[in-house]
């Protein structure tokens, strides 16, 4: 069984946070500067255990190109996502590809080129 890592956006304040600790009983999240969250405050994202082409981790929320290396003319971006009957997907906006699809599969490619939250124009069009 893997560690389950999470990172955290700050709705508000537009921006990762570095927490040190979650607490889903009492609702709160804390940073390292001993400031305190409210879960309703941040987005907390998991990490899905992938590593991309540049060994990266692939967290939900992060966008990235997909290449498919046979009949493929175009790369294709999407955003990871976690679906509970289908596991993590990437999610093209009209299509998804399932986690067994992208992932275990040594003829297609993956690069994180950025994440949903700070690049929000890499998924125009999608």
């Not at 907390?44 to 981790?57: P, S």
């Not at 679906?83 to 699809?101: D, H, L, M, T, V």
Request: with cysteine; proline share 3%; glycine share 6%.
């Amino acid at each position: 069984m893997r560690e389950i890592v999470l990172r955290a956006w700050d709705k508000n304040k537009k921006k990762y946070i570095d927490f040190i600790e979650i607490n889903f009983k009492q609702k709160y999240i804390r940073t390292r500067d001993e400031k305190m969250y409210c879960p309703t405050e941040v987005i907390l994202e998991q990490y899905t255990g992938l590593y991309d082409k540049n060994g990266q981790e692939i967290y939900e929320g992060d966008v990235v190109k997909l290449h498919v290396v046979i009949l493929s003319p175009d790369d294709k971006v999407g955003y990871i996502e976690y679906r509970p009957k289908f596991g993590y997907c990437i999610n093209f906006g009209k299509s998804i590809a399932r986690q067994e699809y992208w992932a275990a599969n040594d003829k297609h490619t993956i690069e994180v080129i950025g994440n949903i939250h700070e690049n929000p124009e890499l998924l125009e069009g999608k």
